[in-house]
């Protein structure tokens, strides 16, 4: 069985920074595409980065750009979060999320992990 | 950026119902277009890829259908653990985005 395990939330303050990471087992990590979505208390889900298998193409949402990097060690079978100059609305539970794709090229996310809840507070 | 638009926010709905969710995009998506389904504490579960494949596992009574622009996620016969929020999402171009969610309660 396919499955991802986040850590590394907690909480930090404004302007702090954090490392996520996310342990993938059941699947090699290193064919994998993945990306981090994250949801804030109540609100909906938000993409944030995405990370090809080879690490050759990365990309962000414009509200973490420049603050957050995504990076992989596929050694480690292992996703990791990068995320400096932290504001309050960056506050939300983390959910790494592995690329499956059709062989016509459409692409979901599955699976999800469990999530990690980072908060940004004084 | 795409911007995909749920209709309706909210839905009550009896065990046994069908239910409709609409899912819009701001522009075409052609079948990039997913369907998730999340119960409160828990991660997102896919239900739908590539606007109407069903995802291994998820009851038939799912579907979902559409191309473009227009997208729907019909479920048949409600059962207690389908009353959860669901959410759509493009894959065609970046950033993937979601539509904001419809929550399914029971009525």
Redesign the interface.
Known sequence: EMQLVESGGGLVQPGGSLRLSCVASGFTLSTSSM?WVRQAPGK????VS?ISDSSNTI?Y??SVKGRFTISRDNAENSLYLQMNSLRAEDTAVY?CAKK?R?A?G?????P????TLVTVSS | DIQMTQSPSSLSASVGDRVTITCRASQSVS??L?W?Q?KPG?????LI???S?L?SGVPARVSGSGSGTDFTLTISGLQPEDFATY?C?Q?YS????????TKLEIK
Not at chain 1, 44 to 47: N, R
Not at chain 1, 106 to 110: G, T, V
Not at chain 1, 112 to 115: A, C, I, K, T
């Open positions: 990306n909906g889900l938000e993409w995405y990309y949402a414009d959910y499956s059709s016509r459409e692409n979901w996310f599955d999800w992990g469990q999530g | 079948t990039y997913n998730y999340q828990k991660a997102p579960k896919v890829y590539a606007a494949s995802q959410y999402q894959t970046r950033p993937h985005t979601f539509g904001q969610g």
